[in-house]
């Protein structure tokens, strides 16, 4: 039961142009969204995050975008740049409930 | 910067034996995690911790698994006969608050990797 859902395993993006990173998700008590960024082994980094009464929220070059909806959300970054390059993992909860990953999609910048 | 640190970083261990996963959360924080990630697959979520008990646990916390706070600075998950799909990467985390209050942001450590032989 996937209640969150990254249908693209891998991406690449070439260097100083737009990474989009795409998320969608079934529960629509969801209320809270996360992105978390992971290098090979390291633990997983938190990124960005986006309440569900906001549609977008931007922290530098990492915007998240959602479309309730839609039951869909995005993280866009630009300009990539060679250290983006990781595996993405979006992320739900719902108040006191865990958080619910999403398999991840591993995000290749070129030079 | 605060981190979780996490012991040993890679185990190996025969299928049938016990396996302590060792964990130190962020000083200040109340609430620790354990999540796993077999090779290729999603971040699953295993078990929550607060207080000194168990908050939640996933359908994969079975009676295999168990967790414990033995002083104020470790939090260990223990695999009692492990089995060859217990293989995985296991992460610790932990957060300063939960539910409403959380926003979001676990703290990860790097990870201990399990193979079962």
């Known amino acids: 039961d996937q209640q969150v859902k990254q249908n693209s395993p891998s991406l690449s993006v070439q260097e100083g142009r737009i990474s989009i990173l795409n998320c969608d998700y079934t529960n629509s008590m969801f209320d809270y969204f996360l992105w978390y960024k992971k290098y090979p082994a390291e633990g997983p980094t938190f990124l960005i995050s986006?309440?569900?009464?906001?549609d977008k929220n931007e922290d530098g070059r990492f915007t998240v975008f959602l479309n309730k909806s839609a039951k869909h959300l995005s993280l866009h970054i630009v300009p990539s740049q060679p250290g983006d390059s990781a595996v993405y993992f979006c992320?739900?909860?719902?108040?006191?409930?865990?958080?619910?990953f999403g398999k991840g999609t591993r995000l290749h910048i070129l030079p | 910067e605060p981190e979780v640190t996490q012991t040993p970083s890679h185990q190996v261990t025969q299928m049938g034996q016990e396996v302590i996963l060792r964990c130190v959360p962020i000083s200040n924080h109340l609430y620790f995690y354990w999540y796993r990630q077999i090779l290729g697959q999603k971040v699953e979520f295993l078990v929550s911790f607060y207080n000194n008990e168990i908050s939640e646990k996933s359908e994969i916390f079975d009676d295999q698994f168990s967790v414990e706070r033995p002083d104020g600075s470790n939090f260990t998950l223990k695999i009692r006969s492990t089995k060859l799909e217990d293989s995985a990467m296991y992460f610790c985390?932990?957060?300063?608050?939960?539910?409403?209050?959380?926003?979001?942001?676990?703290?990860f450590g790097e990870g201990s990797r399990l193979t079962v032989l």
């Open positions: 985390a932990s957060s300063e608050a939960y539910g409403e209050q959380n926003t979001g942001e676990l703290f």
């Open positions: 986006i309440s569900s009464i906001k």
């Open positions: 992320a739900a909860s719902h108040r006191d409930d865990k958080i619910i």
